[in-house]
C-alpha cells in the first residue's frame, strides 16, 4: 500500500509539471472525501456538458435497493475536451459504472474520477480532484471493475 | 529499494508525459514572433521595475516616458494574439509562500512568507493556510456563489482565453465568469460608477510590441484560492508581450507588479503566462461561458463548506432541464433533447 501512495502521489506531482494542463474545479474540493474511491452502476438520465463544471445524472440503486437519482461532478468543459470527452460521450439510457469520491455527507453523489462504459472503453470527464488515467490503471489491473455497484474502497 | 524505483520511474513517465503534449501544442504559428532566447514556456524570470515607485501611477507613467508615450499602432502593425489560449505558469505564490508554487498554492503545506502582507492581511492569510492544512482544502471560495474572482485571479484562472488588439482598445476575454478586460489605449482612468468592478478599469499603451497596463479600481478579492486576499485599493501594472519559446511555442508573458497600500508591506512582483493552444481548436472548442445558473447548485453550507444542491432538494436547478416557464415547449436549457 505503502508503494502504491508514494507512486500516486509520484504521478500526481508529476503532472503538475504540464502547468497549462492544470484541471482545477472552479469551487473547493472540500466537500469530497477523498480517501475513497466508490463505484455506482446505473443509467444515464443527463449529462450536462456545461461550464464551470460538467454533471453526469445516472439512475442507480441505494443501499435500500431504491432506484435514486446519482450526480457526478466533472471538470469544465476544457479540461474535459483535452481528456477526450465531449457533449455527446454519454447518451441518455446508456449503463456506465461510474467511479467516484463520494460526497462527505454521504448523500447520493460525488466527483467523477472515471466512467466505465457499456462497451469496456473507459471515459474520463474528472476534475483535478483526481488522477484519472493512474486510478482507472489501478481499477482494472485489480479487478475492481467487476466489484458490485456500491463497493468502496478505502485508499488509506 | 523497489519502492524508489517505482517513484524514480513515475516522475521519468509524468515529464516525458508532460514534454510529449508540450511538443504536441508547440505547432507553427503564421505570425512573425521574436525568439527570446533561453525563454522558456514553464519559467520565465521576473522582471522587477526599473526602480522602486510607491504607486502604480508612478510606475505606469515612467514606463510610458521609457516609451517616449506609446507606440501609436495601426490595424496593419498591431501585434495579433489569435487563437484560443490557455494559462500556463506563474510565480505568484512564491510572494506568499517561501518556495511557493502553484502545486502548494490552493494545498496543504507551504509556510507563510513574514513581512509581506500587512498585519490583518497576514493573519487573514494564515488563517486561510490553516484551514486548508486541517481540511485538505480552502472549505469555501467566492466563486461558490457565482461572485467574479476579478483582478488578478483573472490572469491565472484555467480555462479558455482569447485576445483582441485593436488601436485604441484590447479586449482580453476569458470564459470563465463571463469575465472580460478592456484597455482603454492611450486613454485615461474614467470612473463615472461611482464604485469599483471585478475587472477594475485599465488604460494602456503599447511600447512596440508590449502592452503595458495599469488597472484600478478592483473588487476586493483574492489572488487565487488558497492565496491571500487583495484590498479595494489594489493597483496593477503589467507588461504583457507575445513570445515564441525556444521550444517554438506562442506564450503571453505578463510581468507584474501589484501596488496593495492596504495589502501589502511594499509593491510585489511576479510573471504569468498564457500559451497558445491549438489542441482547443482541433477539438473545435470555442469559448462558451459560464452558466451561473448551473454552478448555483453549489453553496455554503451551515459547516461553512461548499457545497451542492442536488436532485430531489427543492432549491436544485436542473443544469439542462431548468426553466423558469416548465409549460411553454421549447424553453428548457435542452436543445439536444436529453
Known sequence: MKKFIMTYTAMIIGSFLTLGQFALGHHSFAMFDNSKERII???????????????????????????????????????????????????????????????????????????????????????????????????????????????????? | MKIKKSIIHSFLFAILGSFIQLQAMAQGSAIEQASIPG??????????????????????????????????????????????????YNSMPAIFLVEGSMAIAMRPGGEVRE?????????????????????????????????????????????????????????????????????????????????????????????????????KWINPADYLRGMPLTSNQIEIVETWQQITTVEGQRQLVTQVTFYDPIGLQSPQSAVYTHTASPDLEEFGARIRNWECTTSSNSFQDEDGRTFFRLPGDPEFRDPRGFTDFPDIPGQSLNPMGQ
Request: some cysteine; overall charge negative.
Open chain 2, 115 to 215: 513581512g509581506i502582507l500587512t498585519p490583518a492581511y497576514e493573519e487573514h492569510f494564515r488563517a486561510r493556510r490553516a484551514e486548508i492544512n486541517e481540511n485538505g482544502s480552502q472549505l469555501y471560495d467566492r466563486l461558490t456563489n457565482c461572485e467574479y474572482p476579478g483582478m488578478p485571479r483573472w490572469l491565472w484562472e484555467p480555462y479558455v482565453k482569447e485576445f483582441v488588439n485593436m488601436p485604441n482598445q484590447s479586449w482580453m476575454l476569458n470564459d470563465f465568469m463571463n469575465e472580460t478586460r478592456r484597455i482603454y489605449i492611450n486613454a485615461e482612468h474614467v470612473n463615472i460608477d461611482g464604485k469599483h468592478s471585478a475587472t477594475g478599469d485599465s488604460v494602456g499603451f503599447w511600447d512596440n510590441d508590449k502592452l503595458i497596463v495599469w488597472t
Open chain 1, 41 to 156: 452502476e446505473g443509467t444515464v438520465m443527463r449529462w450536462a456538458f456545461n461550464n464551470p463544471h460538467t454533471w453526469l445524472y445516472i439512475e442507480a440503486a441505494d443501499e435500500n435497493g431504491e432506484m435514486i437519482t446519482w450526480g457526478f461532478e466533472g471538470a469544465a468543459q476544457v479540461h474535459a475536451m483535452r481528456q477526450g470527452v465531449n457533449g455527446t460521450t454519454f447518451q441518455p439510457g446508456e449503463r456506465v459504472k461510474v467511479i467516484m469520491l463520494p460526497l462527505v455527507s454521504g448523500e447520493p453523489a460525488g466527483a467523477m474520477c472515471f466512467v466505465q462504459k457499456e462497451d469496456g472503453s473507459i471515459a474520463r470527464p474528472n476534475d483535478g480532484v483526481c488522477d484519472s488515467e493512474a486510478r482507472a490503471s489501478v481499477w482494472q489491473q485489480n479487478g475492481w471493475l467487476n466489484s458490485p455497484s456500491l463497493t468502496t474502497y478505502d485508499l488509506d
Open chain 2, 39 to 88: 525563454a522558456t514556456r514553464e519559467n520565465p524570470e521576473v522582471e522587477y521595475p526599473a526602480r522602486d515607485f510607491s504607486t502604480a501611477e508612478e510606475h505606469y507613467n515612467f514606463l510610458s516616458e521609457q516609451a517616449n508615450g506609446g507606440t501609436q499602432h495601426t490595424m496593419s502593425t498591431i501585434p495579433v494574439w489569435d487563437g484560443l489560449w490557455s494559462v500556463g
